[in-house]
């Protein structure tokens, strides 16, 4: 029985989709959810400033030696070689970052890591050409993403939240053991892996591999995808969609606490994405089988426009609503600023920083519904003397009184703001369950579509060229969102403008079906005469 007709997945397919099991622990905690807290904690001020740079080198180190990499990687022997090299050098700096309490050092580790990462899922993804057959490769890649959300993304992380939520979200041994059990959950789960894959498709490897070949190879498949017109078309339309799905992930929670929705609600619903996405990406490749792996990127880009215009208006029904309650809260906020500056506080400067950050909570906490937000306000002035603790508790009763006041006489503005705040909440969430259906399944089949148009034995040093589209896409996007918004006035016509980009990729993957075609029909035949030889 051929692996084609085989419903069970193989033992080398099994080890190459637990990698993404292995090391999607490394996106939640370190990347995206706890980590970056822990650091802006330690470095201060200007933390989320450092992270940024960092992020941004580590991003662009790995998104200029990609080709470079991919073309030693396709030697006979090397992909494994230097896959292991980066997933230790990933799974060793992570640990380092719990070793130190100098947030400068946990910079230089954590760039270390974020490159250790993104160079072995480089490794990882082209070796799916090695693991499973062009029939298969829909399914394999699709339940690599889905074991990722389910199992890396999930479990260390909840675990991780419980440790913290226990013994407290400072607490050195909570904070530690977020980043440990994120090599050690890396590490162990690579090992089949390790064992298990090997590299199938390979050039042969010369007697001395020099930077000098490795250039010439990456300029000769440049040269290949830029005379390769199916190719060429693809990995166009690649940048543009998957940079529109990047941005979509990357904006949607900026975007809704800029029209005031809660930020609770919103990480709930961001949690449902992931757990959609799990069984979706395996019902996704399924569709691909189906009806093409082409066809059902085309459908997810089209889900994705509609996403899009579901957005635009969330926040267009909302925003005039928005606009009409915080011109009738300005009013109130001059009269509060007046009533604070008839109070004579001993450190006048701390109470002045402590009443705006009150008046700053102020204003979503007079649309909360039940006035739980209102009366939870405190005025806390820190190392405060007796006589300003004081005034201040005699502030903050005239602050809440009239607020209460100020809510009453807005009765229908304010009702109004929040009837529409719970509209777009509804609309939030639907877009979380369209997203979780689509992400995984349009990143797992369009990794495995690429995988059908390269050719095996380069496999490593076409992927280096899709992982720079990858690394540097979202770029084009919140750009657009940005300038859009900022030129309008108006969040909701940035979220539209994100339309464009998956029209774009639409269009292109269109008219590029017959050059796809064509290039798909060709690789099958060489990949045929290459298992004869």
Excluded at 410 to 421: E, G, K, L, M, S
Excluded at 430 to 442: D, E, F, K, R, S
Excluded at 449 to 463: A, I, W
Aim: charged share 15%; hydrophobic share 50%.
């Amino acid at each position: 029985m051929s692996q084609s007709s085989q419903g069970r997945f193989t033992k080398k397919e099994r080890s190459w989709i637990l990698y993404d099991w292995a090391n999607s622990v490394y996106a939640t905690n370190i990347m995206a959810a706890i980590f970056p807290t822990i650091f802006v904690a330690f470095a201060g001020e200007a933390g989320d400033l450092w992270w940024g740079y960092g992020t941004s080198i580590a991003t662009f180190v790995i998104a200029i030696l990609a080709p470079i990499l991919g073309s030693i990687a396709d030697y006979q022997g090397m992909k494994k070689k230097l896959f292991t090299a980066f997933m230790l050098i990933g799974v060793i700096s992570t640990a380092l970052i719990a070793a130190t309490n100098d947030w400068r050092v946990m910079l230089v580790a954590y760039v270390v890591s974020k490159i250790g990462f993104s160079g072995s899922n480089l490794f990882y993804d082209s070796f799916l050409t090695d693991v499973t057959t062009d029939e298969r490769m829909d399914k394999v890649s699709s339940w690599g993403y889905a074991m990722g959300y389910i199992g890396g993304s999930t479990i260390p992380f909840v675990i991780s939240i419980g440790v913290l939520l226990a013994l407290g979200y400072s607490n050195p041994f909570a904070q530690k053991f977020s980043i440990l059990i994120t090599s050690v959950w890396w590490l162990v789960f690579t090992i089949p892996f390790l064992k298990n894959v090997e590299q199938e498709h390979y050039i042969e490897r010369p007697e001395r591999i020099s930077l000098k070949g490795a250039f010439a190879n990456v300029l000769k498949t440049a040269r290949d995808i830029a005379s390769q017109r199916g190719m060429l078309m693809f990995i166009i339309a690649y940048f543009f969609y998957i940079d529109g799905v990047g941005t979509v992930i990357s904006i949607s929670t900026a975007y809704g606490a800029a029209l005031g929705l809660g930020a609770t609600g919103m990480i709930l619903a961001l949690l449902v994405t992931q757990i959609v996405a799990m069984p979706s990406s395996i019902l996704f490749a399924k569709l691909a089988q189906k009806i093409s792996t082409r066809k059902a990127i085309l459908i997810a880009i089209a889900v994705y426009m509609f996403i899009s215009l579901v957005g635009f208006y969330m926040g267009f029904s909302l925003e005039p609503h928005q606009d009409a309650y915080r011109d009738a809260f300005k009013t109130q906020q001059t009269a509060l600023t007046e009533r604070f500056d008839g109070y004579a506080f001993e450190n006048q400067e701390a109470a002045k920083k402590a009443f705006e950050d009150a008046l700053h909570k102020a204003e979503s906490a007079a649309i909360d519904k039940d006035n739980q937000a209102l009366e939870d306000l405190t005025l806390t002035i820190p190392d405060a003397s007796a006589a300003d603790e004081a005034l201040a508790l005699q502030l903050r009763g005239e602050f809440v009184t009239e607020l209460s006041a100020f809510k009453a006489a807005n009765a229908d503005i304010v009702t109004r703001y929040q009837d529409a705040i719970g509209f777009s909440t509804i609309l939030f969430w639907a877009m979380a369950v369209m997203v979780g259906t689509m992400q995984g399944g349009i990143q797992a089949t369009s990794r495995s579509y690429f995988g059908k148009l390269v050719p095996k034995k380069r496999s490593n040093e076409y992927f280096g060229f899709f992982d720079i589209f990858g690394k540097f896409a979202t770029v084009i996007g919140p750009l657009l969102y940005a300038l859009i918004g900022g030129l309008t006035g108006r969040s909701s016509y940035g979220a539209l403008c994100l339309m464009l980009l998956f029209l774009a990729g639409f269009i292109i993957l269109v008219y590029a079906k017959k050059p796809l075609e064509e290039l798909e029909a060709q690789r099958a035949q060489q990949a045929l005469l290459e298992a004869q030889e």
